[in-house]
């Protein structure tokens, strides 16, 4: 007999981030489901100053919303000679509706004259359930230098121009398994994944 299936809300509308977490958790007893499962849910908001305080606002938000235990990440690109922009701000650069092309553009125009290149993508991860507990926290970096254009046609958000040195590639030049082994994502959602697989105390019966 199967064990039942553990349901748990990825807190995203972004189809990019829910492929990347449903092939992460395969092989799991788990339901994954997405914020694009529950349309009267308002966009979560994010005033915090850090990953792990958007992560961690944006779970306990979704769990509330929808009563399901919510797995929220919060993740962006941080550039040193930017004074870390975008940061937090990674997906709104441009703009509150910028589409990836637009935060790439102005990314590379304040960069234009930049002799440090170097730069890291962050993830905070956070799983809250609906009744305001906060059940498990990790976070992932992986470091990079930002390429003057666009390599590639894979990814989504600023792989094109975040150069991978040690594979000699950008993230968006990767195959999706490839990127998973080494992205900041990737390595939150693998320390999600093992906890999990431990148990998390209060998440489905967890010890």
Same mark, same amino acid.
């Given at each position: 007999?199967?064990?039942?299936?553990?349901?748990?809300?990825?807190?995203?509308?972004?189809?990019?981030?829910?492929?990347?977490?449903?092939?992460?958790?395969?092989?799991?007893?788990?339901?994954?489901?997405?914020?694009?499962?529950?349309?009267?849910?308002?966009?979560?908001?994010?005033?915090?100053?850090?990953?792990?305080?958007?992560?961690?606002?944006?779970?306990?938000?979704?769990?509330?919303?929808?009563?399901?235990?919510?797995?929220?990440?919060?993740?962006?690109?941080?550039?040193?000679?930017?004074?870390?922009?975008?940061?937090?701000?990674?997906?709104?650069?441009?703009?509150?509706?910028?589409?990836?092309?637009?935060?790439?553009?102005?990314?590379?125009?304040?960069?234009?004259?930049?002799?440090?290149?170097?730069?890291?993508?962050?993830?905070?991860?956070?799983?809250?359930?609906?009744? +305001?507990? *906060? @059940?498990? /926290?990790?976070? $992932? !970096?992986? =470091? +990079?230098? *930002? @390429?003057? /254009?666009?390599? $590639? !046609?894979? =990814?989504?958000?600023?792989?094109?121009?975040?150069?991978?040195?040690? =594979?000699?590639?950008?993230?968006?030049?990767?195959?999706?398994?490839?990127?998973?082994?080494?992205?900041?994502?990737?390595?939150?959602?693998?320390?999600?994944?093992?906890?999990?697989?431990?148990?998390?105390?209060?998440?489905?019966?967890?010890?």
């Amino acid at each position: 007999m199967s064990a039942p299936l553990l349901e748990i809300l990825a807190a995203t509308r972004n189809q990019g981030k829910m492929k990347e977490l449903t092939r992460a958790l395969s092989g799991l007893p788990l339901g994954l489901r997405s914020l694009s499962e529950f349309p009267q849910v308002p966009p979560l908001e994010e005033e915090g100053e850090t990953f792990a305080e958007n992560a961690r606002s944006k779970a306990l938000q979704a769990a509330r919303a929808t009563g399901l235990p919510a797995l929220a990440d919060d993740s962006g690109l941080v550039v040193p000679v930017l004074d870390g922009a975008p940061g937090v701000r990674s997906a709104r650069f441009a703009g509150p509706q910028a589409s990836d092309e637009e935060n790439i553009r102005l990314l590379l125009e304040r960069m234009k004259d930049a002799g440090d290149r170097g730069a890291w993508f962050q993830c905070a991860l956070c799983l809250a359930d609906p009744d +305001g507990k *906060i @059940l498990w /926290e990790g976070e $992932g !970096r992986c =470091g +990079g230098i *930002i @390429l003057e /254009e666009p390599r $590639g !046609r894979g =990814g989504f958000g600023y792989d094109p121009v975040f150069f991978y040195p040690p =594979g000699r590639v950008t993230f968006a030049e990767m195959d999706p398994e490839e990127k998973e082994r080494v992205s900041h994502r990737g390595e939150a959602v693998r320390a999600f994944r093992a906890a999990l697989e431990r148990g998390i105390p209060g998440l489905g019966g967890g010890r």
